[in-house]
């Protein structure tokens, strides 16, 4: 367990770090240009959540520092042993120095509208007892998805550690945030809002997964179209702090698969909750996509340097493996419940105690329409139309089959022996030798 630190501390790795209530300051992952702009967006435009997922460093020239630079921060030790209580040994950490200045041709996001790309980087809020070495690794996982998919904003992400007063002041401090912001009372916030509960509750959680031995971990997308920002949670990141068995890639993973949700909802203009989930399609498509696109763009991005690598000595490094292997054992897991089950129609699976099984026959589902439409089809062309058309209507579109003949077909393919299905995936390679930085 990470060792307990009472103040809520966050570095700032960009030009626009900003301080917020409750003494909280703003970690911000430089904003990046991606490598290519998604076509054109509209004018105005869970649950077992996939475990990882982190980010290169952009290659442009350093920003300024901030006029008032924030004041060195404790840094904790790693987690230790699951069984040993940890001790935290606080020490000064010099602020991080901003990494990359946002493109001139990019407005603040302030001055977007919802949906356009724009330069203010991510801010990343964590709880104090996260240590240095994690949030390093989860804010490269931030850069990496906002220069492959666009920078889409303004956006926060909280982190919950292990320790759960700290937790706790971090709630206090979002809700806090909120009502400065002017979205609710700081009182109401405490009680009912999910981001502010889930911290705390993720830590008490965590810290017992720790002690017994077992992998845990939650994150998700909570909104909110209606204050104009993306808002993500996380549980404190086993894969990073290097515990029990958890390969930093798996947390490199979920970090592009929940930003992936960012992307998908950039693209949907509307307020009407109703209507956007509409839009967003069915639980299969949303998040089977959200995860396909995480575990293809993990491994191209470790293979090429521009995702951080974990040293051999890392007590993880070994633990992610191919893509054909990862895949191999998701096709294992859908073909089981179809023996168990011959009736059930994943496309109708809901939110819920299955949804898992919607994640894993959406990302074969992906997978099978990537090879048979190209991969880029789903940027390029689904989600630039999804503001102005049905999502049947789109779906037709961009895959060339109705909804209905999509799951006849696909349900052909999912009779094959898993030799031929892992015939259609990518040719992306995953390994866990150094490159691109080192733990």
């Known amino acids: 367990m990470v060792g307990i630190i009472s103040l809520i501390v966050l570095t700032t790795i960009a030009g626009c770090g900003s301080s917020s209530p409750e003494g909280v300051v703003a970690s911000a992952a430089p904003a990046a240009t991606p490598k290519s702009a998604p076509a054109a967006t509209p004018k105005s435009a869970p649950a077992a959540t996939p475990k990882s997922a982190p980010a290169a460093t952009p290659k442009s020239a350093p920003a300024a520092m901030p006029e008032s630079a924030p004041a060195a921060m404790p840094e904790s030790t790693p987690v230790a042993t699951p069984k040993d209580a940890p001790t935290a040994t606080p020490k000064a950490a010099p602020v991080a120095t901003p990494e990359a200045q946002p493109s001139a041709a990019l407005k603040a996001c302030t001055e977007t509208k919802w949906g356009e790309i724009c330069s203010a980087p991510p801010k990343i809020f964590y709880a104090a007892d996260v240590p240095e070495s994690v949030r390093q690794w989860m804010e490269q996982a931030l850069v990496a998805a906002t220069k492959e998919w666009g ?60 002690l017994e031995g077992r992998p845990f971990s939650s994150a998700g997308l909570n909104g909110h179209r209606e204050f104009g920002f993306h808002l993500f949670s996380s549980s404190f990141p086993l894969g990073f702090a290097g515990e029990l068995g958890v390969s930093p890639a798996d947390d490199q993973k979920v970090v ?159 009779q094959l022996p898993i030799e031929q299905q892992l015939e259609i995936l990518p040719d992306v390679s995953g390994t866990d030798t150094v490159a691109g930085g080192s733990t």
């Not at 008490?204 to 997964?209: D, H, R, T, Y």
């Not at 992307?263 to 989930?277: F, L």
């Not at 990862?326 to 294992?332: C, D, L, P, V």
């Not at 994640?359 to 990537?370: F, K």
Request: a negative charge; one cysteine or more; charged letters at 25%.
């Open 151 to 210: 920078n889409y904003g303004p956006l926060e992400y909280w982190v919950a550690g292990v320790d759960k007063k700290a937790s706790e002041e971090l709630s206090e401090a979002y809700c806090a945030r909120r009502a400065a912001q002017g979205h609710f009372p700081k009182d109401e916030c405490l009680k009912h809002d999910h981001t502010a509960r889930f911290l705390p509750d993720m830590a008490e959680k965590v810290a017992a997964a720790l």
């Open 256 to 414: 592009l698969h929940e930003y992936f949700h960012a992307v998908q909802h950039a693209h949907i203009s509307t307020r009407d909750r109703n209507e956007r989930d509409r839009k967003l399609g069915p639980v299969w498509f949303n998040e089977g996509s959200a995860e396909f696109m995480a575990q293809v763009t993990v491994d191209r991005l470790r293979s090429s340097g521009a995702l951080r690598v974990a040293n051999p000595d890392h007590p993880t490094a070994g633990g992610w493996g191919l893509l054909r292997d990862r895949m191999a054992w998701t096709m294992e897991r859908v073909q089981r419940e179809l023996q168990e089950n011959p009736s059930l129609r994943f496309t109708e699976i809901r939110y819920g105690p299955e949804q898992n099984l919607a994640y894993d026959y959406g990302t074969w589902a992906h997978a099978w329409l990537a090879a048979k439409v190209g991969e880029a089809a789903l940027l390029d062309t689904f989600y630039p139309k999804i503001n102005a058309m049905s999502w049947d209507e789109v779906f037709l579109e961009t895959y060339g089959l109705t909804p209905g003949e999509f799951e006849a077909e696909f349900g052909e393919f999912l």
